[in-house]
C-alpha cells in the first residue's frame, strides 16, 4: 500500500466528471486510497480526489471512534434522495482548513459495487448519507464551493486563495 498525494482545488481535475470503472482492477488503487484517507486524516476519499478520474471512492465513517467500517464503493449511483435534509458543516480533504455548511438529503438509497464485484443497494441516513453524497459530488466533478450561494461561494473562495498563497 502507498499513500496517494491529495489533489488541492483549484485543480481541474477536481472539475471533471469521472468516467465509470469498466473492468479494470481497481483493488490496489482502493487500497492505496484508504491508507491515504486514514492518513489525511479523513473520512471519505474520491479517486479524482488523487488524480484518477474514474468513478470509485472509500469511505469510513466510524474508524475516528475505534471501529474501523471500510468501504470501497465502484460505479455508484444515487437512485433516490429524501425530501428531508439537514445543513451542517463538512470539510473537503482536497479544500484543507475550509468548512462550510452543506444542505443535503438525510437519507439516500444508493447502488455499487465493491472491490470484489458484489452488488449492493442500501439505504443510507445520516452521516453515512452525507458522507457518501459528498463523495459521489467528486465523481460529477463537485466540491463543496459549488453547493454554495454565489455571494458566499466567493467570499469562501477568496479567504481559501488567500490562505494558500502565503
Known amino acids: ?6 489533489l488541492t482545488w483549484p485543480d481541474p481535475r477536481l472539475a471533471t466528471p ?14 492505496d486510497m484508504l491508507e491515504t484517507m486514514y492518513a489525511a486524516p479523513g473520512r471519505g476519499l474520491a479517486a479524482p480526489q488523487v488524480g484518477v478520474l474514474k468513478r470509485l471512492f472509500v469511505m469510513d465513517i466510524t474508524w475516528k471512534e475505534g471501529t474501523p467500517a471500510p468501504r470501497i464503493i465502484i460505479n455508484p449511483q444515487i437512485l433516490w434522495r429524501s425530501d428531508s435534509t439537514a445543513t451542517g458543516p463538512e470539510g473537503c480533504l482536497s479544500i484543507p482548513g ?7 438529503a438525510t437519507q439516500i438509497r444508493m447502488s455499487w459495487t465493491d472491490q470484489n464485484g458484489q452488488g449492493h443497494t ?3 441516513t445520516g452521516f453515512a ?3 457518501a453524497q459528498h463523495e459521489y459530488d467528486h ?10 450561494s454565489p455571494d ?7 479567504a481559501y486563495l488567500e490562505t494558500i498563497a502565503t
Not at 18 to 29: H, K, Q, R, S, Y
Not at 139 to 148: A, Q, S, Y
Request: proline share 4%; glycine share 4%.
Open 1 to 6: 500500500m502507498a499513500r496517494l498525494p491529495i
Open 18 to 31: 469521472c468516467a465509470p470503472v469498466a473492468d479494470e482492477d481497481v483493488a490496489g488503487l482502493a487500497s
Open 98 to 104: 475550509v468548512t462550510t455548511d452543506i444542505t443535503r
Open 122 to 124: 442500501e439505504i443510507m
Open 129 to 131: 448519507a452525507i458522507c
Open 139 to 148: 465523481l460529477d466533478g463537485l466540491v463543496t464551493f459549488d453547493r454554495l
Open 152 to 158: 458566499l461561494r466567493a467570499a469562501t473562495e477568496a
